[in-house]
């Protein structure tokens, strides 16, 4: 188990502000208060006019050890490496589709400091060599279109997007784009097929997109998070990043913490935090005398783990896939002794069921009868050969298909059918 260091054992969340910086400050989203408080575009100076190369900055990125915070955590460095050296069209999406039930995470990084996302994306470009970016974001998300759109304004205004930036001959050119609404638009390909103003479908893989991606050229799909902390990474050096989190897990995460808490919101931690302190401390604990029964670590699609799985965890990639979850987007659902399991599965499944593109037949399939057969036994008219159904067609859902969509909905399932059959008991007529 990851060891929670020294330098900031004791200390409270709000301590550790790379991302949050400006949370608190009146008109955080302009973009002289970013400038002023927040050393805002010294980054992207530094590489433009201080004579980094776009493989500098890779590097120091690959150096800082930042994974991606869309929930794969893949080296975000790695990742820029892998788009072909040399002219050429070439494109970064960001992914602000943040379908994950129980994340909200990008959304509060754009009311709080959209110009880390844009200045992180100006430099991400540079670092791979394109021209020309894109925000994808989901469609209802009024408030965060809004808000990235003057942002990008803002920052072509300043001088900051446009032709010859900062007379350093780097070009790029920014725009936002609102999806439809489609959880499996999250997936990269399939956002990219969105984009192209196709059907949102997940494409197989290889080609990758680093590769062939957006419009057939090179593309890198990067989180909102992921982008949003290269700043930081610039301005303080990879090494600084690395003060915080865990050797395999480093710097900080944003965190959503919702369910019967206390202090439900967004919180920025250093990844190998202890969980249970987090709940019970900075969260302030279960409202009402509650006990906790469950915690669902990073969002819908990880596996639910029991109150005695997270008394010694602690939330790093690393910690919480050997309890057998995942952090996935670090959205934290508290569950509560007085909540049903079997309610939990049947909303889970309804929601899987219903954001099933349907292009792979275990995962139409399967999503559809996994909450046929939930919904079923929530109404009392489940037996055990239902329970040892559902476990049959969830492990035959497991990577089989394009996407991983089959996977989000097949591992909650076994895990709450094998953990908490108890409470299936009283559901089952025999």
Known sequence: MPVIKNEYQGRK?????????????????????????SNGYKALEKVLKGGMSSEDVINTVKASGLRGRGGAGFPTGL???FVPKGP????????????????????YISEVTPHSLVEGKIIASYAIGAKKSYIYIRGEFHNE?????????EAYAAGYLGENIMGSGFTHHMDVYSGAGAYICGEETGLISSLEGKKGQPKLKPPFPAIKGYLGKPTVVNNVESLAVVPWIINNGPEAYKKFGTEKSPGTKLFNVSGPIAKPGCYELPLGYPLMRFINEDCGGLIGGKKLKAIIPGGSSAPALTAKECENLTLDYEAIAGAGSMLGSGAIIVIPEDVSMVSVLENLMDFYAHESCGQCTPCREGT???????????KGKGT??????????????????ICVLSDAAADPARAIVTKFAHEFEPYLKG
Not at 88 to 107: S, V
Not at 384 to 401: C, E, L, P, V, W
């Open 13 to 37: 969340p709000d301590e550790f502000r790379i991302l949050l910086g400006l949370e608190g400050y009146p008109d955080s989203r302009n973009i002289k208060t970013y400038i002023e408080k």
């Open 79 to 81: 990742k820029w490496s």
């Open 88 to 107: 050429g069209e070439k494109y970064l999406i960001t992914n602000f589709d943040e379908g994950e039930p129980g994340t909200y995470k990008d959304c």
């Open 145 to 153: 279109i809004r808000w990235c759109q003057e942002a990008i304004k």
């Open 368 to 378: 559809g009868w996994l909450y046929k057969i939930s919904k079923h036994i929530l």
């Open 384 to 401: 055990k050969t239902d329970m040892d159904r559902m476990y049959s067609i969830a492990n035959n859902m497991r990577g089989k298909t």
